[in-house]
């Protein structure tokens, strides 16, 4: 089964780091760009940014370039989004996502999410 | 980038036909056929219902259809039925500035 399972949900404190990670399986994980989607508590997704597995490559939105940073262990098939000074606003739920194999422009597997709280 | 837009709410009786328009400009719906669409149930991770504006994944109901016109994309869900009831988001991608994507604002879609 082709699928990419993420990490728990994690309580942080603001100025805190943390990285998050999305393993993938059930299917080659150099082949496909995953990339990393908010979704801030009630409101609608956002795009932040993908890595390609292969060699590493990223490009962020401008909105959230210089924010987080997303790596990748190929050898170990997992992605990471990680933030070096957490702040009460990057309190969301992350999921990442892979490129789809039918078709570039969309995404065909989703990880279940990884909600991020971040209070003092 | 701003978010494309769509409205924040539709609804339609069981059977009936319902469709969710998703606007953006020149620099990503209008210049690229790498239009999608996703459900999100409530509590649930989205699920990929159509790609490149009109083409549906194995296991996507034939209900679901999608189309563009200029700037603008539609998802048309026909034959309603209360398992529809869910977020829809389109998505774009865009070569504004920097190769990305841009997701639309989201659709509440009830199921009356």
């Known amino acids: 089964e082709v699928q990419l399972v993420q990490s728990g949900a994690e309580v942080k404190k603001p100025g805190e780091s943390l990285r998050i990670s999305c393993k993938g399986s059930g299917y080659s994980f150099t082949s496909y760009w995953i990339s990393w989607v908010r979704q801030m508590p009630g409101k609608g997704l956002e795009w932040m940014g993908r890595i390609d597995p292969s060699d590493s490559y990223t490009n962020y939105s401008p909105s959230f370039q210089g924010h987080v940073t997303i790596s990748a262990d190929k050898s170990i098939s997992t992605a990471y989004l990680q933030w070096s000074s957490l702040k009460a606003s990057d309190t969301a739920m992350y999921y990442c996502?892979?490129?789809?194999?039918?078709?570039?422009?969309?995404?065909?597997?989703w990880g279940q999410g990884t909600m991020v709280t971040v209070s003092s | 980038q701003s978010a494309l837009t769509q409205p924040p709410s539709v609804s339609g009786s069981p059977g009936q036909s319902v469709t969710i328009s998703c606007t953006g400009t020149s620099s990503d719906v209008g210049s690229y056929n790498r239009v999608s669409w996703y459900q999100q149930p409530p509590g649930t991770a989205p699920k990929l219902m159509i790609y490149?504006?009109?083409n549906r994944p194995s296991g996507v109901p034939d209900r679901f259809s999608g189309s563009k016109s200029g700037n603008t994309a539609s998802l048309t869900i026909s034959g309603l039925q209360a398992e529809d009831e869910a977020d829809y988001y389109c998505?774009?991608?865009?070569?504004?500035?920097?190769?990305?994507?841009?997701f639309g604002t989201g659709t509440k879609v009830t199921v009356l």
């Open positions: 490149e504006v009109s």
């Open positions: 998505s774009s991608y865009t070569s504004s500035s920097t190769p990305r994507y841009v």
């Open positions: 996502a892979r490129r789809a194999a039918a078709g570039p422009g969309a995404f065909d597997i």
